[in-house]
T-cell receptor
């Protein structure tokens, strides 16, 4: 079985500050890992994904995440927060292979950005 | 136009009523999914279909049924709605190209259908 834990249901930062959203996973096989973002009244869109290539993954809007196998983590970061980053962020894991698309999602982290 | 379209976007209904949520996609993907989102619980998989003749239960399928009418259409039904089925429902699609860039199962989501059961 696989699972995802996002530490912190709410994160608040000031504009221009570092954004760090934490995600830990468990998986019985090498995982595929994803970060999705959900803006108000919209569906989820992919920020970035880890597919067993480079451990540091760069995504859209200046976000990046680092896969750390020893820590079973895939934390999302952005050096400087912007007001437009306010949204809910979801970490997800997939086993890949025949399980394509069967993602297990974390609980979500709501990011608030203060002026 | 959106690649994955869900109808209705909002629906209020009463306990015991039958409800159908519809999803259509223009991405040409074989694989389609229905997820349910609840605050603090993230998204949970209800049903998924890897092709027109393939239907599979997800982790929370009780009280739901699905129909894959065509490659592009996948509908979710609540035969007798109950209040704890009040949630935001998402349809999603994914491609499958063995060994290709889409082999990771990246999902493409619709904008969601908000269902309230009174």
């Amino acid at each position: 079985a696989q699972s995802v834990t996002q530490l912190g249901s709410h994160v608040s930062v000031s504009e221009g500050a570092l954004v760090l959203l934490r995600c830990n996973y468990s998986s019985s096989v090498p995982p595929y890992l994803f970060w999705y973002v959900q803006y108000p009244n919209q569906g989820l869109q992919l920020l970035l994904k880890y597919t067993s290539a480079a451990t540091l993954v760069k995504g859209i809007n200046g976000f990046e995440a680092e896969f750390k196998k020893s820590e079973t983590s895939f934390h999302l970061t952005k050096p400087s927060a912007h007001m437009s980053d306010a949204a809910e962020y979801f970490c997800a894991v997939s086993k890949g292979g025949t399980s394509y698309g069967k993602l297990t999602f974390g609980q979500g982290t709501i990011l608030t950005v203060h002026p | 136009d959106a690649d994955v379209t869900q109808t209705p976007r909002n629906r209020i209904t009463k306990t015991g009523k039958r409800i159908m949520l519809e999803c259509s996609q223009t991405k040409g993907h074989d694989r389609m999914y229905w997820y349910r989102q609840d605050p603090g619980l993230g998204l949970r998989l209800i049903y998924y279909s890897f092709d027109v003749k393939d239907i599979n239960k997800g982790e929370i399928s009780d009280g739901y049924s699905v129909s894959r009418q065509a490659q592009a259409k996948f509908s979710l039904s609540l035969e007798s709605a109950i209040p704890n089925q009040t949630a935001l429902y998402f349809c999603a699609t994914s491609a499958y190209v063995r060994g290709g860039a889409d082999s990771t199962g990246e999902l493409f989501f619709g904008e969601g259908s908000r269902l309230t059961v009174l």
